[in-house]
T-cell receptor
Framework: SQKIEQNSEALNIQEGKTATLTCNYT??????LQWYRQDPGRGPVFLLL?????KEKRKERLKVTFDTTLKQSLFHITASQPADSATYLC???????????FGKGTKLSVKP | DTGVSQDPRHKITKRGQNVTFRCDPI?????LYWYRQTLGQGPEFLTY????????KSRLLSDRFSAERPKGSFSTLEIQRTEQGDSAMYLC???????????FGQGTRLTVV
């Protein structure tokens, strides 16, 4: 069955450092991979979408990579700030995956 | 464009009662998704619609759960004979297509006592 794994439940880093979050998937071939941010008590908010033919995508301090051979996406936040503290969710989708299924998320805490 | 709205925001019900939630997606969004989320977990997929057609339903979803999207507009999620394990946040999202961003509502928090 389809499986999505995000590297760790929690990630603690110091302000100013780069946060790197991992998303691995198995048993399907998505055409896209989406990343969302979720704050406590609120619905997820879309951040970035990367296509299978794109190796890397950037938006301000965010960078996403998508390696279809490794079946992995990396999500980077550079110059992290305490305001970046949230849970980050990945969702491989499209291709053989018609719906929108999320990993369990990684809770990022950025300490000042 | 007022975003995705869900009603009610909170629901407290006694075990064994039926509850129904409503989701109004962004207009012209063809896809509508329902999720359940418990504390510390990611959104768990329940079902999704392409217009009025229900294309997939999670195998983890019991027969007590049913969803509809008449006329491809708003959607309802009904839970029959609620159990304490149904207590969770129920999220609705809509999107234009698979390869576009999904917009989420604020969710309905269900507490079964």
């Amino acid at each position: 069955s389809q499986k999505i794994e995000q590297n760790s439940e929690a990630l603690n880093i110091q302000e100013g450092k780069t946060a790197t979050l991992t998303c691995n998937y198995t048993n399907y071939s998505p055409a896209y991979l989406q990343w969302y941010r979720q704050d406590p008590g609120r619905g997820p908010v879309f951040l970035l979408l990367i296509r299978e033919n794109e190796k890397e995508k950037r938006k301000e301090r965010l960078k996403v990579t998508f390696d279809t051979t490794l079946k992995q996406s990396l999500f980077h936040i550079t110059a992290s700030q305490p305001a970046d503290s949230a849970t980050y969710l990945c969702a491989p989708t499209g291709g053989s995956q018609g719906n929108l299924i999320f990993g369990k998320g990684t809770k990022l805490s950025v300490k000042p | 464009d007022t975003g995705v709205s869900q009603d009610p925001r909170h629901k407290i019900t006694k075990r064994g009662q039926n509850v129904t939630f409503r989701c109004d997606p962004i207009s012209e969004h063809n896809r509508l998704y329902w999720y359940r989320q418990t504390l510390g977990q990611g959104p768990e997929f329940l079902t999704y619609f392409q217009n009025e057609a229900q294309l997939e339903k999670s195998r983890l979803l019991s027969d007590r759960f049913s969803a509809e999207r008449p006329k491809g507009s708003f959607s309802t999620l009904e839970i029959q004979r609620t159990e304490q394990g149904d207590s969770a946040m129920y999220l609705c999202a809509s999107s234009r297509a698979t390869n576009t961003e999904a917009f989420f509502g604020q969710g309905t928090r269900l507490t079964v006592v």
